[in-house]
């Protein structure tokens, strides 16, 4: 990767132009906080994506965000990244008091990474069946099982 | 869980209030605060629609009413959650493009066109000028398909069966000329990294002016029929409005948005295939009710055909795939693109391993933004595959906007929002 920076309002957020990554780190909850409020601040009106990674010992937490208003930075698709240590239940602060439109991306992550975010107004599950009892699905220690062909005679 | 929520509807039938209201007087003076807040919330009605729904697929909307006005929303979906992303993390990466499209069956150019945009920016890769021509071309036309499809389901929220046929109808003659092109009808996956997988058939344009010409009289017959009727209007104006500062900070995207005056189309601040190169306008409306958001689809369609005539006309010769790619080809392979000007899948194309790295990509699809995010480790599969699509970021349709609204007017909500469930739900 090329290291490549861009700086916003005082932000430095490591950049792959020709991949359109644009990446900054939050090193804990409060970090994320105060970052997510800054950038609120500089424009980023939006959320895109939220969602995980999962890294074996570790899950990476990201935030994609954009802007409506900001013609700067409206061509953006900018990600804070949160890295935490993978448990059953990972806790990360929400991100929904400062863009609403996390809601749903976090309720998603939720019940596909077993990621909490505390303080979320409605932490659910959104696509799973209400009836499904295996963990965190898109981890990738989830057991996949592959169902035989069978032909009834 | 449904059917205790069933009896509780029983309870506010009318017999059923009368009997709590005698139980009540004779039991309240010992009731303690939360007990009493309970038999408020009793007097709410709680209606669910769905899953199986006449509009255009399957989900649940959980509503509470006061009276006839909605208080609260919580829409149930998933019920056509197919794990894409999942399923995506472990296939090649080429496997993914049917996967994707799949979910998104009105616009499914647009769907491939994406993630196809996210690994070319893995791999390196860069489409010829002809290939990105022939993207803008088959991303237009499928837009003005998806926005029929819009339009025609629309029509059917508000019990207008005679516009569901029209558009439905109204999208054969560009379906066939997505089928001239890339030789299917709903599902083409035309786009393959590196370019398109056919070229423009002789004639194509000739044709493909004559069904504009159409679209552009039929939009006309629509507007009499449709757009001005007067029993729309009454239904739609003032309904269900949100405004511009409502439409940013709950992410509402697409058309949606741009009805609602914020001016933003992906298509313009994040710029892809050939539209750098296109002369375009951006409607928007300020309104943001649901009329506006009927009138922003139709502008779109006029757009979108002037888009065409400019490719068109503008489409530049050359290969349809890049050197990159070509080069891989076998001598029968080449052969045949040098014949046919068709693009035979050489061998790397199930091998491919892009360098580990990460991409985004987003791209202006029918109903607004799709967005993506590739990650890949140096695999022949991707490490993680997450993407979002636009029905997916108008869920706050459901839960804002409805709110304080009559429950007539819901359908007339849901179908202007033009949410698609399978696209939501992926």
């Known amino acids: ?153 | 869980m449904a059917y205790e929520e069933g009896f509780s509807i029983e309870k506010n039938s009318v017999e059923g209030a009368k009997m709590s209201a005698s139980q009540d007087r004779a039991t309240t003076a010992n009731l303690t605060y939360d007990e009493l807040a309970g038999l408020k919330a009793e007097r709410e009605l709680v209606l669910l629609i769905g899953p199986a729904h006449p509009g255009s697929g399957h989900m649940k909307i959980k509503v509470w009413m006061d009276g006839d006005i909605i208080q609260r929303v919580d829409p149930d979906i998933g019920f056509v959650h197919r794990t894409t992303e999942k399923l995506s993390e472990n296939r090649l990466y080429i496997k993914a493009i049917p996967i994707v499209e799949r979910v998104m069956l009105p616009d499914t150019i647009n769907a491939n066109l994406a993630y196809v945009i996210a690994l070319e920016r893995l791999l390196g890769i860069e489409p010829t000028p002809r290939a990105q021509y022939l993207r803008t071309l088959t991303s237009e036309i499928n837009r003005i398909t998806s926005h029929l499809y819009g339009i025609g389901l629309y029509g059917i929220f508000l019990g207008s069966s005679t516009v569901y046929m029209w558009a439905f109808a109204d999208r054969e003659p560009l379906i066939d000329l997505l089928e001239e092109i890339s030789g299917a009808r709903i599902t083409y996956s035309y786009i393959i990294p590196g370019g398109v997988r056919w070229d423009l058939p002789a004639g194509f344009k000739e044709r493909a002016e004559t069904v504009l010409q159409y679209m552009e009289a039929r939009l006309k017959d629509y507007e009499k029929i449709w757009v001005k009727n007067p029993v729309v209007m009454d239904r739609t104006e003032g309904v269900g409005i949100v405004s511009k500062s409502d439409a940013i900070r709950l992410g509402i995207t697409g058309p949606n948005l741009r009805a609602s005056g914020v001016d933003y189309d992906t298509r313009r601040a994040k710029p892809y295939a050939a539209y750098p190169n296109l002369d375009f306008n951006v409607p928007t409306f300020s309104e943001g009710d649901c009329y506006a958001r009927l009138l922003q689809r139709v502008e779109e369609i006029e757009q979108s055909i002037r888009i065409i005539r400019q490719v068109l006309k503008d489409i530049p010769d050359g290969r349809i795939i890049s050197d990159d790619i070509y080069s891989k080809m076998n001598p029968l392979q080449k052969r045949m693109y040098e014949m046919k000007h068709r693009v035979m899948f050489p061998a790397y194309m199930a091998s491919m391993r892009p360098a580990a790295g990460r991409s985004t990509a987003s791209v202006e699809a029918g109903r607004g933004e799709i967005f993506f995010y590739l990650v890949s480790n140096g695999d022949k599969v991707p490490f993680r595959f997450r993407w979002v699509t636009p029905s997916f970021l108008n869920l706050p349709f459901f839960t804002h906007v409805m709110v304080g609204q009559h429950l007539a007017d819901l359908p007339a909500i849901y179908g202007s929002s033009d949410y698609f469930p399978p696209e939501a739900d992926r």
């Open chain 1, 1 to 153: 990767m090329t290291a490549a920076s861009r700086v916003i309002t005082g932000i430095t957020f490591t950049t792959d132009e020709a991949k359109r990554i644009f990446e900054v780190e939050a090193s804990d909850g409060a970090h994320l906080l105060d970052l997510a409020t800054r950038l609120k601040a500089a424009g980023f009106d939006h959320c895109l994506s939220v969602t995980a990674e999962d890294l074996g010992d570790r899950l990476a937490v990201l935030w994609h965000i954009s802007s409506y208003t900001n013609k700067e930075l409206s061509g953006m698709n900018a990600q804070i990244r949160l890295i935490v240590s993978k448990s059953d239940n990972v806790e990360v602060p929400t991100l929904t008091g400062i863009w609403e439109s996390a809601n749903f991306l976090e309720r998603e992550t939720y019940e596909m990474f077993g990621v909490v975010f505390k303080g979320h107004p409605d932490m659910r599950r959104l696509l799973l069946p209400d009836d499904f009892t295996g963990k965190w699905p898109m981890r990738k220690d989830f057991p996949l099982k592959k169902t035989p062909w069978r032909v009834q005679k």
